[in-house]
């Protein structure tokens, strides 16, 4: 696909590659929102406003419900009013909820926000107001709960994952062939991506770090998910031991938070 954009991100990556890097840097760590829905936030705002200390400052986090605790975790640019439609189920099923904001998300301090820093908050939030039941996670959350069960000491009693990309490599990838930008301008990006996290962009990857778990997982997807695709959820949970996965037809990306079909089968699964 050629568009304007495409050729004129081609342009700066061939012709000025910082300037590129630096706008892809901006890209990748300033959420330009901080919520993607109005769905679900009535419902949101009448669970017990609380918050932790997180990497970036006090986080958000929104409390409900009796019973074993389980964490929310939305993705990129959204905010907890994302999951609520599941949340409401899990904590009508007696369950406790905790939403959480990211970090620079929602109601949570901070202008900078990238996976590592959502592990971080993860992990602060296990510290702080108890290991999780189970953990539920849209996109970026998962690989980001990944990350915290690997790196910062949480550690849920299961987990589950909902359109989730399974590397960031791959994913940059996979949507930079929709754009239309050229293999140089996706070199530059992942460099860029590299510098600005300390670390390879590479390591970003739940297959290398889910063959270490034991913790039961449930990984379901969208067909129609145009973020992350389909064949996301049979690599990860290829690579997570005894991971259950399943494709529900006829949603999308956002699709997955909302549907009956995917809220049968996550009640089902932590019961």
Not at 109 to 132: D, M, N, S, V, Y
Not at 165 to 170: I, K, T
Not at 213 to 223: D, K, Q, R, V, W
Request: charged share 20%.
């Amino acid at each position: 696909m050629t568009s304007a954009f495409s050729l004129a991100a081609n342009s700066t990556a061939a012709l000025f590659p910082r300037t590129f890097k630096a706008s892809v840097a901006r890209q990748f760590t300033r959420p330009r929102v901080k919520q993607q829905t109005d769905r679900g936030r009535d419902w949101l705002e009448s669970l017990d406003k609380q918050t932790f200390t997180g990497p970036q400052g006090e986080q958000r986090v929104y409390r409900g419900g009796d019973g074993p605790l389980v964490f929310f975790q939305h993705g990129w640019e959204a905010d907890s009013a994302d999951l609520s439609t599941l949340g409401q189920a899990v904590m009508e099923a007696g369950f406790s909820v905790a939403m959480i904001d990211g970090p620079a998300h929602g109601q949570s301090e901070g202008h900078k926000a990238h996976i590592l820093l959502f592990a971080e908050g993860l992990g602060a939030a296990a510290a702080q107001l108890g290991q999780p039941h189970a953990m539920l996670a849209h996109s970026m959350g998962l690989p980001a709960t990944v990350l915290a069960k690997a790196r910062h000491g949480l550690k849920p009693g299961r987990v589950i994952g909902l359109g989730a990309p399974d590397a960031l490599p791959r994913n940059v990838e996979f949507q930079s062939q929709a754009m239309g930008l050229s293999k140089r301008a996706v070199r530059l990006m992942l460099e860029s991506v590299s510098e600005q996290f300390g670390e390879p962009a590479t390591n970003l990857d739940i297959t290398l770090d889910a063959p270490n778990f034991e913790t039961p997982a449930l990984i379901l997807h969208g067909a129609n998910d145009q973020i992350a695709p389909p064949v996301c959820a049979e690599r990860i949970a290829a690579s997570w031991p005894g991971a259950q996965w399943e494709v529900f037809d006829g949603i999308g990306h956002r699709g997955v938070l909302r549907d009956d079909r995917v809220v049968e089968r996550v009640l089902a699964f932590l019961r």
